[in-house]
């Protein structure tokens, strides 16, 4: 990547990762209207910069985001704006920096998760269907709609991860 499109991508990125971190901690959700333009106009700009290599780049980003937040989305443990901003911000810096990203994301998001639990006096609670989950996560099954009812709905439970996709996003720049 070029200084300039480095230049674009971080800008365009911090932008994009602070309104939706935003929007998240004070709604919980995160708006198509934000990601979808954030991940189309991410397509565009690495393919400008980098003509096919640059797609190519852009669409891997996307591959890995969505295989890495895919999963954790289908069992019920994230929600769809989670991926798709994680998408979004694979478009933009490609799968390399991503996967450097997404360490930093699950840093992040375990210590934002330690720390709200432990704030919301539920630490417990929340540890009560671990090994359950664990179990799920290993064999693949998505959770059953009244466990995944239950963990969302319950403000003690989840948190909104925007936020810890925008740390990793934002330290991956510094990564490079």
């Known amino acids: 990547m070029t200084g300039h499109y480095l230049a674009i991508a971080w800008w365009t990125t911090l932008l994009a990762v602070t309104v939706a971190s935003?929007?998240?901690?004070?709604?919980?959700r995160i708006p198509n209207?934000?990601?979808?333009?954030?991940?189309?106009?991410?397509?565009?700009?690495?393919?400008?910069?980098?003509?096919?290599?640059?797609?190519?780049?852009?669409?891997g980003g996307i591959a890995l985001a969505i295989v890495l937040f895919g999963v954790p989305?289908?069992?019920?443990a994230m929600g769809m704006g989670d991926l798709k901003l994680a998408a979004a911000v694979g478009a933009w810096i490609g799968p390399g920096q991503f996967a450097f990203a997404f360490v930093v994301m699950g840093i992040a998001g375990g210590m934002m998760a330690l720390g709200y639990a432990l704030w919301r006096g539920s630490f417990g609670r929340s540890l009560d269907h671990t090994a359950e989950l664990l179990q799920s996560i290993a064999k693949l099954e998505r959770r059953p709609a009244a466990d995944v009812r239950?963990?969302?709905?319950?403000?003690?439970r989840s948190i909104p991860y925007a936020p810890a996709i925008a740390i990793g996003a934002l330290f991956s720049f510094f990564a490079r």
């Open 150 to 156: 239950r963990l969302r709905c319950s403000p003690n």
């Open 73 to 76: 989305c289908w069992l019920g």
């Open 22 to 28: 935003g929007i998240d901690l004070y709604c919980r």
């Open 33 to 59: 209207w934000l990601v979808l333009p954030f991940l189309l106009s991410g397509v565009a700009a690495q393919s400008v910069a980098g003509g096919l290599k640059g797609a190519s780049i852009s669409f």
